[in-house]
């Protein structure tokens, strides 16, 4: 799953995405145990509560981000 696949869905669920590429900062990599790219990680404050690791489809994403995750209610976000 890649970052510009997963973006679209913050106009459906309300949620954050970060992307951050290990090579540059490595501590980061660290602190949240990644060591297969491309990783996903739910952080609840601040804290992880689950991981998908490697490529996914992005209907098998869906079902898994849906467990943690709202869906939003109101307009969406506005584009830059």
Do not use: C, H
Not at 62 to 80: C, D, E, F, I, N
């Amino acid at each position: 799953m890649l970052f510009k696949e997963i973006e679209p869905l913050l106009d459906k669920y309300d949620f954050e995405l970060v992307e951050i590429d290990v090579e540059k900062d490595p501590d980061m990599a660290t602190k949240y145990m990644v060591t297969t790219v491309p990783t996903v990680i739910i952080l609840k404050d601040g804290i992880p509560v689950d991981r998908m690791n490697g490529y996914t489809q992005l209907s098998d994403f869906k079902r898994w981000l849906t467990r943690y995750v709202p869906k939003k209610v109101g307009r969406p976000r506005k584009k830059s």
